[in-house]
């Protein structure tokens, strides 16, 4: 048993105070706030009447477009396809089913399953990927029939 220190209790004792790594480091603070000045709005009709504006001389002087563009593979749609196949997959499998898998397909769903492990810190498994993949491909099929993927293999496959 460690033996009590006898300035632990003496109440006019001074209090220790501990070091940190950070001393001698600035301190973090908000960010000053800066005046944002607004121009009035200009009616359309006076834009019309000004003169064109002269071409700039120099590639730094021109405009820049800093628009928002929309990533091409974000649209509602597969948002809304992601959002039917998380439902599914949410639903517990009530019927019990075997497949058949080759070496390289059981070996790259091990690799996914590592990969997700170790970069995100996710739990997933093989039968979670087969039903993710399954429902893919019923709803693909639901919105694209004979253009659906399913569709063109299985027509590949028996030709």
């Known amino acids: ?4 220190r006898l300035t632990d ?3 006019n004792a001074k209090v ?3 070091a940190s790594p950070l001393e001698g480091y600035p ?3 908000k960010p000053a706030k800066t005046e944002v000045r607004t121009e009035p709005a200009t009616p359309k009709a006076q834009l019309t009447d000004l003169p064109a504006a002269p071409a700039s001389k120099s590639p730094s002087d021109q405009p820049r477009n800093h628009d928002t563009m929309t990533p091409r593979y974000h649209d509602t749609e597969a948002m809304d ?3 039917t196949i998380r439902k599914g997959v949410r639903e517990l499998g009530e019927k019990a089913a075997t497949h058949r898998f080759t070496r390289e397909e ?3 769903l091990q690799d996914i399953e590592y990969t997700y492990r170790k970069q995100y810190s996710w739990q997933t498994s093989e039968n979670e990927m087969t039903r993710i993949a399954i429902h893919w491909l019923i709803e693909d099929y639901r919105a694209n029939g004979e253009n659906s993927i399913l569709h063109k293999v299985l027509k590949a ?3």
């Open 81 to 83: 396809l992601i959002e």
């Open 9 to 11: 209790f003496d109440p």
């Open 106 to 108: 059981k070996a790259a």
């Open 157 to 159: 496959l028996k030709s």
């Open 16 to 18: 220790p105070v501990l």
């Open 1 to 4: 048993m460690k033996e009590p």
């Open 27 to 29: 301190a973090i603070t």
